[in-house]
């Protein structure tokens, strides 16, 4: 399944994305969550810049790991491309090839469902192209085995071949045109409107195939603190 979660900074759509993520898990009795984490967003999540102690967290028993990919540049341009190399290194550490049908070859044997966060989203795509490795992942998604959720700022910052494989929209208020006629597309002239007018933290959910919406107006029951730094030791890359 393909879940985008879409908000402005301060909404909470990264907030929302561990507690979807979570939820889900516990429904299906998923796997490890592994946090793709480029700001650095999820502390309170067991975090390392470290592919190889990402690895390992990925076999604990923590509910959630993030990986922080490691960037030396302030440069945007330079910084997506390095963000997008890291993600290659992520990708590939996941040992997701169960998934992929590689039964005899993959990695993690038998692996169970699989829930996987990609938090700023924006940096692995854009326009007509996405990360090769993400389009991987989003055509792979399923509502049974592997789940996608992806956050991103606007609907604008999600690549037209991600939006048209999407299961399950979460909008947060949006307001710019160009924004408010992609959700129209998606969803329809109600719920572009509702979006446009939506108080502070609170959010659409959408359902592309059955057409279904409703409010989420309590943000208090899916909010939790992920700013509080966690007591894990981690290992930073320089």
């Keep these: 399944m393909n879940i985008l ?8 759509k990264s907030t929302l994305s561990i507690f979807l993520a979570r939820r889900i898990q516990k ?3 998923g796997h490890v969550i592994p946090i793709f984490d480029p700001k650095r967003t999820f502390n309170s999540i067991p975090h390392t810049s470290d592919i190889d102690e990402f690895e390992e967290l990925l076999e604990t028993e923590h509910d959630a790991v993030a990986y922080q990919p490691y960037t030396g540049s302030d440069n ?15 990708f590939d550490s996941l040992g997701i090839e169960y998934h992929f049908g590689q039964r005899e070859t993959a990695t993690r044997q038998n692996l169970g ?7 700023e989203a924006w940096f692995l795509q ?15 998604a399923d509502s049974k085995n592997f789940y996608l959720i992806e ?34 597309e998606w969803c329809g002239s109600d719920v572009a409107q ?13 359902e592309i195939s059955t057409k279904k919406w409703e409010v989420w107006s ?6 939790s603190d992920i700013s509080v730094e966690t007591a894990c030791p981690t290992k930073m890359t320089t």
Aim: hydrophobic residues 40%.
């Design 5 to 12: 979660v879409i908000g402005m900074r301060g909404e909470g």
């Design 27 to 29: 429904r299906v009795k």
């Design 76 to 90: 945007d341009k330079k910084s997506s491309d390095e963000v997008a190399e890291e993600f290659s290194v992520f």
């Design 113 to 119: 469902p699989f829930i996987l966060v990609v938090d």
């Design 126 to 140: 854009g326009g007509m192209s996405a990360h090769p490795k993400l389009e991987r992942i989003v055509r792979l």
């Design 151 to 184: 956050a991103a700022h606007r609907p604008k910052d999600f690549s037209t071949r991600v939006r048209a494989q999407v299961d399950e929209l979460y909008l947060f208020q949006q307001w710019l045109k160009e924004d408010l006629d992609i959700i129209e």
């Design 194 to 206: 509702t979006v446009r007018n939506l108080p502070s933290h609170h959010v659409v959910r959408y």
């Design 218 to 223: 309590h943000p208090a029951g899916w909010y």
